[in-house]
């Protein structure tokens, strides 16, 4: 569980690629070992409160939680110059207020347990991978990867490969964003072809 006494807490709203999303940045961990969690509605919020919290204000479509932020995505009739500073004031004062920001990871994200050389312990919703090539592709989308995605407030999942194709699931701000096919394309793709033999295409899977 991971709950905050009385401290200063500073929130600061960070625009991301994708247009409907914002990231919340906090200046204390929020999400421990590296697990992330997303929630598309408040009925999906178990054992997590401030998610659940955050789908009470009407345009909020989605949650994502990991490391030191809160990613929102919004419905499109508003505009985030008309939501980001209640948002902002709202999370600042849950958590100074010692509230819960999450109490269960969903069981979608457990930690790899594998025999295959992946050099660390992750935490997240990566599918265990079944083969050397599969524990290599978890291990670049979390060194390099993962990185570049959660500073936009987003993150990417390794589900599938199959006959040289690469199967991702991408969430938070990268899920709908209009620009994260291109990123798909011409970053994590040719990386992973540099980097990983046998992979052909990288393709991301819809939530």
């Given at each position: 569980?991971t709950?905050?006494?009385?401290k200063?807490?500073i929130i600061?709203?960070?625009?991301t690629?994708?247009?409907?999303s ?6 204390h ?6 697990a992330?969690?997303q929630y598309l ?13 955050l ?5 909020v479509k989605a949650v994502f939680?990991a490391a ?6 919004k419905?499109?009739y508003i505009?985030w110059?008309?939501?980001?500073t209640e948002?902002?004031?709202f999370i600042?004062?849950?958590?100074s207020d ?13 930690p790899?347990?594998?025999t295959f ?5 992750v935490?997240t ?8 090539t599969e524990?290599?592709?978890?291990e ?6 993962r990185?570049?995605v959660e500073?936009?407030?987003?993150n ?5 490969f199959?006959?040289g ?9 990268c899920?709908?964003?209009p620009s994260?096919a ?5 970053g994590?793709?040719a990386?992973?072809?540099?980097m990983v033999p046998?992979?052909?295409e990288?393709i991301a899977?819809e939530?």
């Amino acid at each position: 569980m991971t709950t905050f006494a009385k401290k200063p807490v500073i929130i600061y709203a960070e625009s991301t690629p994708n247009p409907a999303s914002m990231k919340f940045v906090c200046n204390h961990l929020l999400v421990k070992d590296g697990a992330t969690a997303q929630y598309l509605s408040k009925e999906e919020t178990k054992g997590a409160p401030l998610a659940a919290k955050l789908f009470e204000f009407p345009f909020v479509k989605a949650v994502f939680l990991a490391a030191n932020f809160v990613t929102v995505s919004k419905d499109d009739y508003i505009q985030w110059e008309d939501v980001v500073t209640e948002l902002r004031d709202f999370i600042r004062t849950y958590i100074s207020d010692g509230s819960p920001v999450i109490m269960d990871i969903p069981k979608a994200a457990m930690p790899v347990d594998t025999t295959f050389s992946i050099k660390k312990e992750v935490f997240t919703e990566h599918n265990i991978p079944s083969t050397e090539t599969e524990a290599k592709i978890v291990e670049v989308l979390e060194q390099y990867v993962r990185p570049a995605v959660e500073s936009d407030g987003g993150n990417i999942a390794f589900k599938s490969f199959k006959e040289g194709i690469v199967t991702v699931q991408l969430r938070g701000a990268c899920s709908g964003c209009p620009s994260s096919a291109i990123t798909l394309k011409t970053g994590i793709e040719a990386l992973m072809k540099r980097m990983v033999p046998g992979v052909k295409e990288v393709i991301a899977e819809e939530l």
